[in-house]
């Protein structure tokens, strides 16, 4: 059994692996679904395959890395959940121009917080999962 890496770098692999496939469909909402369906709708599309995404991922890297109790996933699932936060408000200064503020004011509209939901759910993925592997 290969040794397990750091919490840091198993958050990492899990964020990277799912913001990848979320920031390809994150593009495919803003430019043709949003437009089409509307920005909640749009969201709402996207939002479980993000999350299949998230649960087939973890279950990958705690398939590889098993983990030795459930406050370790709870660990890796909160600072992916950070990266994440902090990438998506870096990406939206720059490909978008918004601030900081109106990044955060924009996660209290329904599309916004239904992302919202979708991240905490994200970050809660890994404990999810090794929750059942448990059992």
Do not use: K, N
Not at 9 to 21: E, I, P, S
Not at 50 to 57: N, P, Q
Not at 102 to 131: D, E, H, K, M, N
């Amino acid at each position: 059994m290969p040794r397990t890496p750091s919490a840091i770098r198993l958050a990492l692999a899990y964020f990277l692996g799912v913001f990848a496939v979320a920031f390809a469909l994150g593009v495919i909402r803003t430019l043709w679904l949003a437009p089409l369906l509307g920005a909640m709708a749009a969201v709402a599309v996207e939002l479980p395959l993000v999350l299949l995404t998230s649960w087939l991922w973890a279950g990958h890297l705690l398939r590889r890395y098993p983990l030795a109790s459930a406050a370790a996933a709870l660990r890796i699932g909160l600072i992916a959940f950070a990266l994440l936060l902090g990438s998506e408000c870096a990406l939206a200064m720059v490909l978008f121009g918004t601030g900081p503020a109106q990044w955060l004011s924009a996660q209290a509209t329904p599309p916004g917080a239904l992302g919202l939901t979708g991240q905490i759910l994200f970050a809660l993925v890994p404990w999810a999962r090794w929750r059942r592997s448990a059992r």
